[in-house]
């Protein structure tokens, strides 16, 4: 033990007393990233270098989430496979279904 010790150091008693009152500077930025002093943001779409749009309103939004949720995607694809994907899709739908239904004949 006395080799770990830092030839010279003379007086590494108060040094270790004072460095165990002292927080840490990892535990200081921890605490302003993840802690108790975090400070919420509100993220613009400009500052995150997207082109810069003017905030969605409430009905946006409320469209926004009804298309993006699973009940509808599966309606709608539903509906496209239904009417074979030549109306909606781009046919790429229609074509497998025909080489498959060639194969389950």
């Known amino acids: 033990m006395a080799a770990a010790a830092a030839p010279g150091a003379g007086g ?3 040094q ?6 002292a927080p840490l500077q990892y535990s200081l930025l921890l605490q302003h990233l993840v802690g108790d002093k975090r400070q919420p943001r509100l993220l ?4 995150l270098g997207g082109i810069p749009s003017p905030a969605k309103s409430e009905e946006q ?3 926004e989430k009804a298309m993006e949720s699973c009940a509808f995607k599966a309606a ?5 496979a239904g009417l074979n994907a030549g109306v909606i899709g781009c046919g790429g ?3 497998f ?4 239904d060639y194969y389950l004949r």
């Open 93 to 95: 739908f229609a074509a």
């Open 12 to 14: 590494s008693a108060p």
């Open 16 to 21: 270790a007393a004072g460095s165990a009152e």
């Open 61 to 63: 939004k409320m469209i």
């Open 76 to 80: 709608l694809a539903c509906v496209g």
């Open 97 to 100: 279904s025909a080489a498959i």
């Open 44 to 47: 613009e779409p400009g500052m």
